[in-house]
Structures are given as structure tokens and as C-alpha cells.
């Protein structure tokens, strides 16, 4: 099993470009998360998808949209990049809920000039 | 809404010593409480984690405890080793549905 993958793994955006991260699981969980990593920030929660069909904010919502696809894949859309989006990207998934093990993907590192 | 603090945001240990690192939340109602560890360029992964109805819970070197009533919870490495080093971040959940994580300690652990 490949767990939790992430394309691509280092981009380079214009200020104003669009794209997409894309995300896959194929430990068959029901939870996909999409979280940002900046220094001394820790992991902030962007938008969640709790089942297949749904999808909620997080707590840096703004500027992000994102398509729970099917149940294994579940991708993050900048449609006008901002250099304050300069980050480290993480997708993560787990079985149910909040309280259960989330397991990462290895990351996209987005660099917006 | 939800916040946990973490402290301290960096520590540096001989190796061989204990290290600790404290979290508090703010939601009561929070019920689980995992540690992820993140070694350079590579994606966080739970060590260990403790639920709300546990006072401690312990894996080898590495222990949680957990004060619901002061809403603190922290993890203790002992007889620290240099493969120990990497950012730790704690977490607590909120509305059951997710995660809200710390900011993060950067553990160094000298030879």
C-alpha cells in the first residue's frame, strides 16, 4: 500500500496563477484532511472532508477550495495565488473521525512569488 | 474556538537526559490527545497518543500524561537518544471531527 500520496512535490506559482494539489489514499478511509505548515505555526487545518459528499472549513480556509472527488482522492484548488501561501502543504486521512490516527502524505512545498 | 498552546517552542538535551514537552487546550469538551513527530523534510507521525478516560499511558521511552481538570497534557522522552531529534507537535480534537494542533517543539538531542 502507497498510504497517503501527493502531487506534485515542489511547485512554483506567479502571484495570480491557479492550481491544483491532488491527494490520494488507498487505505479505503472515510476522513481526508488538508492541512499548512509555516514555521512556528505548526499544522493549521485548511478544509476537511469527514465522509465521501462533504466537505467543512477549517481554521485558514480563505483562498482555498476543495473537491472530495470520490472516497480516495481529495484536492486543494488556489485559484489566484497569494505569496502569503508560501507553505508546505499536508494531506492526511484516517478512518472516521478527530479522534482516530491521522497518517500524512509526504507534503507539497508551494513557493508563490 | 479551539487552542493549544504548546511550550516550549525549542529544547536542547544531553543525550541521556529526560526531555518534556507541555501542552494545554482550551476545549473542554476535547477527548483525545495524540503527539505527532516530524523528522526533517519528512510528514508527521503519531508516536502515541492518550484518550480522556486514561490518566498515563506509556510506550517504551516515551510517556503522556494527561490533567483533564487543568486541561494540560505532556510528553515525557526519557534517557533521550540522538534519533529523538526532530519537531514534536501535540494535538487536541475538536467537535470529534478534527484536529487542532500546537505550534510545535524542536527537540535537539547532543551526543
Known amino acids: 500500500n502507497a498510504g497517503v500520496t501527493q502531487t506534485p512535490k515542489f511547485q512554483v506559482l506567479k502571484t495570480g496563477q491557479s492550481m491544483t494539489l491532488q491527494c490520494a489514499q488507498d487505505?479505503?478511509?472515510?476522513?481526508m484532511y488538508w492541512y499548512r505548515q509555516d514555521p512556528g505555526m505548526g499544522l493549521r487545518l485548511i478544509y476537511y472532508s469527514a465522509s465521501e459528499g462533504t466537505t467543512d472549513k477549517g481554521e485558514v480556509p480563505n483562498g482555498y477550495n476543495v473537491s472530495r472527488l470520490n472516497k480516495r482522492e481529495f484536492s486543494l484548488r488556489l485559484e489566484s495565488a497569494a505569496p502569503s501561501q508560501t507553505s508546505v502543504y499536508f494531506c492526511?486521512?484516517?478512518?472516521?473521525?478527530?479522534?482516530?490516527?491521522?497518517?500524512f502524505g509526504p507534503g507539497t512545498r508551494l513557493l508563490v512569488l | 474556538g479551539e487552542n493549544v498552546e504548546q511550550h516550549p517552542s525549542t529544547l536542547s538535551v544531553q543525550e541521556g537526559d529526560s526531555a518534556v514537552i507541555k501542552c494545554t487546550y482550551s476545549?473542554?469538551?476535547?477527548?483525545?490527545f495524540p503527539w505527532y513527530k516530524q523528522e526533517l523534510g519528512k510528514r508527521p507521525q503519531l508516536i502515541i497518543d492518550?484518550?480522556?478516560?486514561?490518566g498515563e499511558k506509556k510506550d517504551q521511552r516515551i510517556a503522556v500524561t494527561l490533567n483533564k481538570t487543568a486541561k494540560h497534557f505532556s510528553l515525557h522522552i526519557t534517557e533521550t537518544q540522538p534519533e529523538d531529534s526532530a519537531v514534536y507537535f501535540c494535538a487536541a480534537d475538536y467537535n470529534t471531527d478534527k484536529l487542532i494542533f500546537g505550534t510545535g517543539t524542536r527537540l535537539q538531542v547532543f551526543p
Open positions: 476545549d473542554s469538551a476535547s477527548n483525545y
Open positions: 487505505m479505503n478511509h472515510n476522513s
Open positions: 492518550i484518550r480522556s478516560n486514561v
Open positions: 492526511a486521512s484516517n478512518q472516521g473521525h478527530g479522534q482516530e490516527t491521522q497518517y
